[in-house]
């Protein structure tokens, strides 16, 4: 989970529903193998696992626990390194269920116990985030202070269950008899779409990608086919590879494409792309994603170098690797895909990178933890938190929701009582928000107009409070007559359009491609003062933050002169949901407890861990300053 900033408004797209004979694919690779251990039956599953354990990691079998409880499912055996080994074996029919750290701890104290060196948890679902970190950081073994009590504990989840099992004729002749197996899949393709960015609405597409074949063309290891059409390329005795010009559409991509540009016509665009296909000439077992990585990377140096370095980037989207197979049993033929599509990116020449890994991975410098439910990066040596967010074109479907709930908002204030300040400076209307009850729903009409809408059952005593809050910034409120307000309501757009941009750091609804040059880092910490925070103090505070963001792009004074009401404080120095400048400084506080939070708006293509490395230094500046004051 993460948290997204949504700003403006976006267009409406239309989805075309695919035919059920479109529809007719095989299940995703991992749903599969997960559906089909889940119907491996409950009492059957430890012998099948036992199998396992002696037949491919090279075990001897001691024991399989018959008790009550959790050890009915218990497997005792011996290592290869002679050592005592206790397996617990979870089996569920809901493949999609997880299990979490609790579920870990059983089975540590039943090693202690068993006196077992290694541990092994499988289950045919899988583990939470919290589980796996429970083993892949080794919490099991904190705070155990002798050698000789220390425990190996690893786990299988029904993904690492089938790499185990998928090479073993005897378990899969075994325990899938009934299972369809295509001994040889001879070739395979995929489609190949390239484009240079920052993205240009003005280029023509069609020339780059003509550019790009041209390139191709000339390069001695290129033989044209089909004149203009099909390709041959030599890249290895072991295989075979044919580049037809051909497109690949966006919807078509199991990932969250969303095409670049201002002129979204339809979400499921064409895009020009090279069809790739691979036939191979081995016997040998192959890869398809090492293949498929191979010849991205020989592309990527020898026909794509960075026209402006430093400045442009080149984005390589390339589609589902399908291979056709013919099923004699029932006589038909079938696509059936082999791997998820997947995003590159080259920022250097010669030089390609998964673009996922190279936007959010930091590295080995950073541990990661769960609050509730949300996954945080927190810098091992200074304890501070990294957050990247990714701005980008609102999801289609969110856009409508948020559509939705604008009009049913806008019909249930139409009862209340409307309220508004006009003709003060843009960089008030912000503030005024601010001031307002939370529950208020303020509208912005024009550059120096906002209104708001109360709830006829407010208390008066608390309209005044809050009016008079608003009032020390030296402005005037309005009330606006009941006949006015159907007017207003009328006028108020309730199509979003056009497009609307949003910053997220849910790494699940990030969309592609990513925008390098549109990044923001969010850093925090908390750290204590000497003394609790005073109005005086959160005044100079407020001076540091204003002075240090105006030299980075925004100017929150402006006047030399500020009028402002004391609850107003906080607020103005914690004002996270405000995107402004290159660098935002906020401060939260509670008596003498700080947490500082900044943002940083990057503009260069640099890696995630490359660039949060500088953002700490300068962050671990900034609160050593503010621990001065």
Known sequence: MGYNLISGTSQRFYHTIESDLDAITTSPTREGIFKNLSQIGY?????????????????????????????????????????????????????????????????????????????????????????????????????????????????????????????????????????????????????????????????????????????????????????????????????????????QF??????????????????NKALYALTIEVKIKSDKNYSPSIIRQDIVNKIVKEILPISQPGKTWWHITTSKIKSFIYIHDIQEPREIDLTSSLTFISTETGKVFPELKYCTDLKGKFKTINVDEDIIMVHRNSGISVIPYFEQKIDPVQQYDNQIIQQRQLAEIATYNFFAVKNIDSSYLMRVRRLLDHHWVALQMDDDTIIWAVDPDTDPEKIDLIHGRVETLGVSILRIPAEEIPKILKNIQKDLSPSTWMYTSDIDSISFPILLEKRIFWLSKEFSLAKEIDVEMAIELLKYKYTYESRNGFENMVTDQMATHSTELKSLLLDILNIRGNKMLDLGFSKNTITLYMRFREIGLESADVLAAKYIKEFQKIMDEIQLL
């Open 250 to 267: 966006t919807g078509g991509l199991d990932i969250n494409f969303i095409p670049s540009g201002n002129n979204l016509n339809f979400i």
């Open 43 to 247: 009492d059957k599953f430890p012998e099948f696992i036992l199998d396992i354990l002696v037949k491919v990691e090279g075990h001897t079998a001691v024991d399989v626990t018959d008790g009550q409880g959790d050890e009915k499912q218990d497997i005792l055996t011996t290592n290869p390194k002679g050592e005592r080994c206790i397996t617990q074996c979870k089996h569920t029919g809901n493949y999609q269920s997880h299990y979490n750290g609790n579920d870990l701890d059983t089975l540590v104290v039943a090693s202690l116990r068993k006196d077992c060196q290694q541990g092994i948890f499988v289950t045919n679902a899988d583990l939470t985030p919290q589980g796996k970190k429970y083993i892949n950081d080794e919490e099991y073994n904190r705070g155990i202070k002798s050698p000789e009590d220390l425990r190996d504990i690893s786990y299988w989840n029904g993904f690492k269950i089938w790499e185990k099992i998928k090479n073993n004729k005897d378990i899969l002749n075994k325990w899938f008899s009934d299972l369809g197996q295509v001994h040889s899949l001879r070739s395979f393709k995929f489609d190949l779409t390239v484009q240079e960015f920052p993205y240009d609405d003005g280029r023509d597409e069609g020339e780059s990608f003509n550019n790009i074949i041209a390139k191709l063309k000339s390069k001695k290891w290129v033989k044209e086919v089909e004149e203009g059409l099909v390709y041959r390329g030599n890249f290895s005795s072991r295989y075979e590879v044919y580049f037809k010009r051909w497109f």
